[in-house]
Every structure is written in structure tokens, then in C-alpha cells.
């Protein structure tokens, strides 16, 4: 874990403290990154017009933090370094409904006045070809259920977040049990880790996966397309939360007063403004800002792009186009019997090896594990 330290300043009227994932791990990089940071941080002190102390501290996974969350703390006492004493936290959408129903982040009061608020846009390639006779055994794919499922679900005209199979899918559940199989049969490699290894050495001619993993790959590699599928592909995003503390008995959290922090919605604001989406512009970060899912046009600077080679994909500045945009999808909660649907088809799936059965079920309850074990501590 590393921290930025942007508190160099003396008699500072405001304080903020932001907790955020630290993924990179090429050294060189990271000095790089480092730089970029402390710069980040030097013009969102500007941008307040005002002197004020504010830490940035990085995590090394969203896993962390969230961990961090849940971790109880002993005699209701928590540490300035704590992750429960920062003003605002970032978390993966995925873990967004546990975190709601566990009361471990809590609402951002007044939103709806705000401007970065008011700025969102509601708006959030093709699947069919995965099953083409040619590409038999010539495909590698992560592991995930829910991506996994998702493809025969929007290959089948239906929503990743179906949660009656027999009821919402033409043909019910044995149809969808039908077409996993015959994805199955397709499919050379179900492997959230190696699934790109296998693409890049070329036993497999397709890899479907996340952009944040294929992008990076395939602007190193040539001859290789990236496509977002005609009816929609599945999004996830990273969230600004708010860590939950109502349930100790004093307000000096971290070893200070915490309340409403005056820097919180600044902070969002800043992070939404047009200036801070240039990393995505310029394919330094896989993935888009916000504001480019709102946009019904969105055209990257020439002087971005020059120079560089140009990827072969229906993505803009992260982002594929509006007609296929409006038919992208938030991974939302399953009800049970929709988990109960999904062991089933899993379980339905013929492998030789079971480690990749073991795995698709082992994500299925990894959250209620995760709950459960919480819950005995």
C-alpha cells in the first residue's frame, strides 16, 4: 500500500481523506504513475481555491478495501489509517449490494443538487458468431458464471439479468441448458487467468473477456480485432462510496472528528470534469469516464492518436457506439432461485477436468461465503 501526501501546506482550513485501488505493478510504471498522481492531487487543491490538507491512500486491490470495510473494529476504535476513516472509498459495482445490505457504506446526502451529479448520463457486439462450427475448440473465455451464462442469455435475445429462466428466455431453462452445451463444446479454455495466454500464443483464434484485460494485449499484438458485440456485452464499473460509522458510539473517527465531509462532492466533481478523462482518451487506462456514456458523439483528439497505431475496434475513446451502448448491461444482483438456476447449468456442464466446474460454482457462492464468514467473526 502506498499514500500520497498532499498535506504539505500550512494553516489548512479543510481536510479530506480518499481511499482508492492501486493495481499497477511494472515499477517503472509506477514512478510514472506516481507523477501523474501527485499532479492529479496538485490540481484538485487548486481547483478549491482554498488551503486545505488531504490524503490520498492506495490499496492494492478493490478486495482490500472492501475487506477493510468489514473488518470489525475492536472496542469501536478506528485508526487514522483505517480505511473506515476515509471521507470517501472506491469499490467495484459487484460488491455495491453487499455493501448496501451491510450497512459497511453509507448514502451521499444530497446528490441530486449537485452538479457532477445532474451531469450523468442514464445511457448505459455479435454473440452468435462464438458458435460458428469453425470455431470449434478455438475459443478461450474467462470463468466468470455470470459472463459465461450472459453469453447464451444475449445470444438468445434475453438480459444478463434474467432471473426467470423458464419465464423470460424463449424456451426456458432446457434451451439455455441446450445452447451452454453446445458453448461448451466451442470453448478450448474457461480461465479468468490464462484465457489471453492461450489467444496470444495462439491456440485460440477468439478470447472473450474483460476490456480492461484485452485492450492492454491487443494493442501489443497485431492482426487482432477487439469487437463489443451488436447486442450488448456486459459493463462494470469502479464506484465512490462512503464508509458507514454510524455504528460506533463516538465521532472521532481516525482520530478526528468525522462528519459530512466538505470535500466529497468536490472531490466527484473534479474527478468528472472533462480534463480528467484524458488518461482514457489517451488508452492509458483501459475504460471510459462517465461522461462518455452520456455523449451521443464522441470524437478523441487527433493530436491523441498521432503516431500511434491504431487498434482495430468498434470502441471510442472506451467506448462502442451509442446503438450498442443502449444495449449494454449492469450486472444486477441475482434473486436465489436465479443462483439456483445457475448451479444447475454449471453443473450440467460435461469437463474432463472438474477444476473449472469447481471454479464456476466456487464464484457462485463466494459471496455468501464471504458473508458468512463475517458473520462467525
Given at each position: 500500500?502506498?499514500?500520497?501526501?498532499?498535506?504539505?501546506?500550512?494553516?489548512?482550513?479543510?481536510e479530506?481523506?480518499?481511499?482508492?485501488m492501486?493495481?499497477?505493478?511494472d515499477e517503472?510504471k509506477?514512478?510514472?504513475d506516481?507523477?501523474d498522481r501527485?499532479?492529479?492531487?496538485?490540481?484538485f487543491?487548486?481547483?478549491?481555491?482554498?488551503?486545505?490538507?488531504?490524503n490520498l491512500k492506495?490499496?492494492?486491490?478493490l478486495?482490500?478495501?472492501?475487506?477493510?470495510?468489514s473488518?470489525p473494529?475492536?472496542?469501536?476504535?478506528?485508526?487514522?489509517?483505517?480505511?473506515?476513516?476515509a471521507?470517501?472509498?472506491?469499490?467495484?459495482d459487484s460488491?455495491?449490494n453487499?455493501a448496501?445490505?451491510?450497512?459497511l457504506i453509507?448514502?451521499m446526502e444530497?446528490?441530486?443538487d449537485q452538479?457532477?451529479?445532474?451531469?450523468?448520463?442514464?445511457?448505459?457486439?455479435?454473440?452468435?458468431?462464438?458458435?460458428?462450427p469453425e470455431l470449434?475448440?478455438?475459443?478461450?473465455m474467462?470463468?466468470?458464471?455470470r459472463e459465461v451464462?450472459?453469453?447464451?442469455?444475449?445470444y438468445?435475445?434475453?438480459?444478463?439479468n434474467?432471473?426467470?429462466?423458464?419465464?423470460?428466455v424463449?424456451?426456458?431453462k432446457?434451451?439455455?441448458q441446450?445452447?451452454?452445451q453446445?458453448?461448451?463444446?466451442?470453448?478450448r479454455?474457461?480461465d479468468?487467468?490464462?484465457?489471453l495466454?492461450?489467444?496470444?500464443?495462439?491456440?485460440?483464434?477468439?478470447?472473450?473477456?474483460?476490456?480492461?484485460?484485452?485492450?492492454?494485449?491487443?494493442?501489443?499484438t497485431?492482426?487482432v480485432?477487439v469487437?463489443v458485440p451488436?447486442s450488448?456485452?456486459?459493463?462494470?464499473?469502479?464506484l465512490?462510496?462512503?464508509?458507514?460509522?454510524s455504528?460506533?458510539?463516538t465521532n472521532r473517527i481516525?482520530?478526528?472528528?468525522?462528519g459530512?465531509?466538505?470535500?466529497t462532492?468536490?472531490?466527484?466533481e473534479?474527478?468528472?470534469?472533462a480534463?480528467?478523462?484524458l488518461p482514457f482518451?489517451q488508452e492509458?487506462?483501459?475504460?471510459?469516464s462517465?461522461?462518455?456514456l452520456?455523449?451521443?458523439q464522441?470524437e478523441?483528439p487527433?493530436?491523441?492518436t498521432?503516431?500511434?497505431?491504431?487498434l482495430?475496434?468498434?470502441?471510442?475513446a472506451?467506448?462502442?457506439?451509442?446503438?450498442?451502448l443502449?444495449?449494454?448491461?449492469?450486472?444486477?444482483?441475482?434473486s436465489?432461485?436465479?443462483?439456483s438456476?445457475?448451479?444447475?447449468?454449471?453443473?450440467t456442464?460435461?469437463?474432463?477436468?472438474?477444476?473449472?466446474?469447481?471454479?464456476m460454482h466456487?464464484?457462485?457462492?463466494?459471496?455468501?461465503?464471504?458473508?458468512?464468514n463475517r458473520k462467525l467473526?
Open positions: 500500500m502506498t499514500e500520497v501526501d498532499a498535506s504539505q501546506h500550512e494553516n489548512l482550513n479543510e479530506g481523506y480518499v481511499c482508492v492501486n493495481k499497477e505493478k517503472k509506477e514512478i510514472m506516481n507523477e501527485k499532479e492529479f492531487l496538485k490540481d487543491i487548486q481547483s478549491q481555491g482554498k488551503r486545505l490538507r488531504f492506495y490499496n492494492a486491490s478486495e482490500g478495501i472492501f475487506s477493510d470495510l473488518m473494529s475492536w472496542a469501536g476504535q478506528v485508526l487514522p489509517s483505517s480505511t473506515l476513516a471521507d470517501i472509498v472506491s469499490v467495484g460488491w455495491l453487499f448496501i445490505t451491510k450497512a453509507e448514502p444530497g446528490v441530486e452538479e457532477w451529479f445532474k451531469g450523468l448520463g442514464d445511457k448505459w457486439k455479435d454473440w452468435a458468431d462464438l458458435w460458428r470449434e475448440g478455438k475459443i478461450s474467462v470463468d466468470s458464471p451464462a450472459g453469453a447464451v442469455l444475449k438468445m435475445g434475453a438480459s444478463y434474467t432471473n426467470n429462466l423458464d419465464l423470460e424463449a424456451g426456458g432446457s434451451a439455455v441446450k445452447n451452454l453446445l458453448l461448451r463444446k466451442q470453448v479454455l474457461f479468468s487467468v490464462n484465457y495466454k492461450a489467444f496470444a500464443v495462439g491456440d485460440v483464434w477468439v478470447a472473450v473477456g474483460w476490456s480492461s484485460d484485452v485492450i492492454p494485449i491487443a494493442k501489443r497485431s492482426d480485432t469487437i451488436k450488448g456485452a456486459s459493463l462494470w464499473a469502479d465512490w462510496a462512503i464508509p458507514a460509522v455504528r460506533f458510539e481516525g482520530g478526528r472528528v468525522r459530512p465531509s466538505p470535500l462532492h468536490q472531490w466527484i473534479f474527478c468528472l470534469q480534463a480528467r478523462a482518451k492509458v487506462i483501459p475504460g471510459a462517465p461522461a462518455a452520456g455523449s451521443t464522441i478523441v487527433t493530436e491523441l498521432k503516431g500511434k497505431p491504431r482495430d475496434t468498434n470502441l471510442i472506451g467506448v462502442p457506439p451509442p446503438e450498442i443502449a444495449r449494454c448491461e449492469f450486472l444486477e444482483p441475482l436465489d432461485s436465479a443462483l438456476d445457475y448451479q444447475w447449468l454449471i453443473s456442464m460435461q469437463e474432463p477436468n472438474h477444476g473449472f466446474v469447481d471454479r466456487h464464484h457462485i457462492s463466494l459471496m455468501q461465503k464471504f458473508w458468512l467473526h
